[in-house]
Each structure stands twice: as structure tokens, then as C-alpha cells.
């Protein structure tokens, strides 16, 4: 375990004062609500119990002296105020200190904007290459067309939410070694409004929204591939109090294609070859995603080595630039030969072992001058 005035960033000769305002600045770098770093908790942990060590007179002589042993001998807990959970970083200094953040408390009625949305959609290969417009439905939340959004029948008068009291706030008390921890959150009968209906909304039931269904068209842009994100703006839930709706993001996914591979913006197919057409060089027709393309195979190609046909390839996103289209060699070798084929292939069999035999005697001579 570190020093705790090292964990504070404090001297060993620091007042009161300034362990509380170090505390207070490392509690909002470390806060598990803010620091998203695996061991922040832990090291949260760590200044809590260093600073109620430090804060306290008693226990911080003996620490000075015995260090931790020594607050365990004497019977003080080595737990720490937040081994056992912690609240908000704001309920925690109000616990502290008698006041957490300098700031206003929120409006319950001010406009908040809507919920995004996620929708995940499937494309056949070359709808993902070339674009597409699909129509989607899509389930949110809009604003009741009944009431406006208000929540209440018409002619209805607002009255103080009895749940909150008008705060719009529901407060939870924690209970921990340093006492009560308060935890806020939006009251759920009122939606954090503050404000509610003796005769609600028939329609809404005092939502101020409702559930439908619609359609929507969403152009999908030529390129994308899997996990791309299309955001459609203004097609998430709707806002509260007059606020903005949300967003729909619609993630697309791919299907793979039993022709074309993929990868990044080029694309690649396998060619079937020959021995003899491999040799001589051929010209072959091929399927590409543009549609059927004469290329030339050149002579003596090799097994694997691969043949590109630059602009061929799936567009770049919001460019007129396209990746390459490779073809692979794949050298087929023959099955079922007739006799025709066997003899000259035999043929062929000798007269490349009399080309290896003459190249071994070539060898032989000259290594013998090298020598």
C-alpha cells in the first residue's frame, strides 16, 4: 500500500485545510462516475481511507508513528469509508464537507432532449458496395398529439407531484462507516417534471408520449461495410418539455458473398487455371462487381501470384475513388485424363526431366570452373 500523503499528494507537515482540498481535487480525477480506468475504484478506495486517516488528529498521529499496523493495533477499522459502496461524487462531499458541487440545482421542467435510438440492419453484399435505400420501421417515442406532450387531459390543471413534492428528485439514503450517503435520481411518477395530473392524459395515461410505429426511408451510402454507423437524425425518442428528439443510429451488417472476399475496399476472387493455359497465357472472362470483364493471364503465372484490376474494388464512402478487384491464381491440377491427355502429358513429363538433366550437367561444369 502506498503512503497515504503520497496517495493525497500531500507533505507530512500539511494542514487540515489543505488535505481537504486534496482530497476534494483527487476524489473528482478517481471518481468511478468520471475515471473509467480499470483500478480507478480501487485507488478511490485508497484516498478515502487515507483521507479519513489524515483528517483525523487521533489517527493520524498514530499512523505517523506506526503507520498502518499501528491504527490496527488500536482497533481502528482498515476498511476505509467506501469499502462497502459509495454514492455520487456530489452526495459524497455533501457527506464530507456539508456541500457538494457550486452549482444550480436542475430545472425538472426545463426542455430535455429525446433518447437515441439503435437499429440493426442486414445488406446483401453489393448493396453494401454500390448503396442502397431501404425502408425501416421504427418504434419510438413521440409526443402525444392528444395533450401536446403535457401529460394531462385537456382542461386539466397541473398540481405538485406527491411522490417528490414538485422536486422532480427522488433522494435514496446510504448507509456506510462515515454515515448516510444521499443518492438523487429522477422521480419515477413524475419523470423528474415535479408536476402531475389529478386527470391524466387518456391517450398518454400522463406519458406526454406514446409508442408508434412508422416507417422511414434511410439512403445507405455506397462502401459501407460491417459495423458502419448511418445516424438519421431527429427519428429517436421524443424530447421532454419541448425538447429535441433523439437520433436513430441504424448499424449495418453485411452478408458474405460465396464469390467476392472483402477486405477494407479491395476485393478478391479465385481464377481456376490450367497447366497449359498457366504456361501459355490465356484471355478469360471473369465476373467483377461491375459485371462480366475480359483479362489477360500472362504467360508462365505462377500458383497464388494475383492479377489486379485497379477501380474495380468496393468505393471509398463519399468518394468517387474505388479499391482494386485481385484475382488469385489457383493452378488446377487434372483428373480423369483421357489416354490422349496421358500421352501428352508423358510427353511433356520427359521432356522437362531431360531439361532438369541437361540444367544438372550445365551445373556440374560450371562449379567445376568456379573451382
Known amino acids: 500500500m502506498a503512503d497515504y500523503y503520497e496517495i493525497l499528494g500531500v507533505s507530512k507537515d500539511a494542514g487540515k485545510d489543505e488535505i481537504k482540498a486534496a482530497f476534494r481535487k483527487k476524489a ?34 498514530l499512523y505517523d508513528r506506526y503507520g498502518e499496523e499501528g491504527l490496527s493495533n488500536a482497533g481502528y477499522s482498515s476498511s476505509g469509508p467506501f469499502e462497502y ?44 458496395a454500390f448503396g442502397v435505400e431501404k425502408e425501416i420501421k421504427v418504434t419510438h417515442e413521440e409526443t ?21 413534492g414538485g422536486t422532480g428528485k427522488i433522494q435514496h439514503v446510504q448507509q456506510t462507516i462515515l454515515g448516510s450517503f444521499s443518492q ?14 389529478a386527470e391524466p392524459c387518456p391517450d398518454c395515461h400522463g406519458n406526454g408520449t406514446v409508442e408508434i410505429e412508422k416507417p ?8 459501407v461495410d460491417n459495423q458502419t454507423k448511418i445516424r438519421v437524425a431527429g427519428h429517436g425518442d421524443a424530447g421532454k418539455n419541448g425538447g429535441q428528439p433523439g437520433d436513430l443510429y441504424v448499424v449495418i451488417f453485411v452478408k458474405e458473398d460465396d464469390y467476392f472476399i472483402r477486405k477494407g475496399n479491395d476485393v478478391y476472387t479465385y481464377l481456376n487455371l490450367s497447366f497449359p493455359q498457366a504456361a501459355l497465357g490465356d484471355e478469360i472472362e471473369i465476373i467483377t462487381l461491375d459485371g462480366t470483364k475480359k483479362i489477360t493471364v500472362p504467360a508462365g503465372i505462377e500458383h497464388g501470384k494475383m492479377i489486379e484490376i485497379k477501380g474495380a474494388g468496393i468505393p471509398y ?27 501428352l502429358y508423358s510427353k511433356l513429363f520427359e521432356i522437362s526431366k531431360g531439361k532438369k538433366h541437361q540444367e544438372s550437367i550445365l551445373d556440374k561444369v560450371k562449379n567445376s570452373f568456379n573451382k
Open 28 to 61: 473528482r480525477e478517481l471518481h468511478p462516475d468520471v475515471n473509467k480506468a480499470p483500478d480507478a475504484e480501487e485507488k478511490f478506495k485508497e484516498l478515502g481511507k487515507a483521507y479519513e486517516t489524515l483528517s483525523d488528529d487521533d489517527k493520524r498521529a
Open 317 to 343: 464512402i463519399g468518394s468517387s475513388k474505388r479499391g482494386s478487384h485481385h484475382v488469385i491464381i489457383n493452378l488446377s491440377t487434372p483428373k480423369n485424363l483421357s489416354k490422349e491427355e496421358k500421352e
Open 85 to 128: 459502496g459509495f454514492g455520487g461524487l456530489n452526495d459524497i462531499f455533501e457527506a464530507f464537507f456539508g456541500g457538494g458541487f457550486s452549482r444550480e440545482r436542475e430545472n425538472p421542467n426545463a426542455p430535455r432532449r429525446g433518447a437515441d435510438l439503435r437499429m440493426n440492419i442486414q445488406l446483401d453484399f453489393k448493396e453494401a
Open 184 to 197: 438523487i435520481s429522477t422521480c419515477p411518477h413524475c419523470h423528474g417534471k415535479g408536476q402531475t395530473y
Open 216 to 223: 422511414i426511408k434511410v439512403k445507405i451510402p455506397a462502401g
Open 144 to 164: 402525444c398529439s392528444t395533450c401536446k406532450g403535457t401529460g394531462g387531459k385537456a382542461g386539466a390543471s397541473p398540481i405538485p407531484c406527491k411522490t417528490c
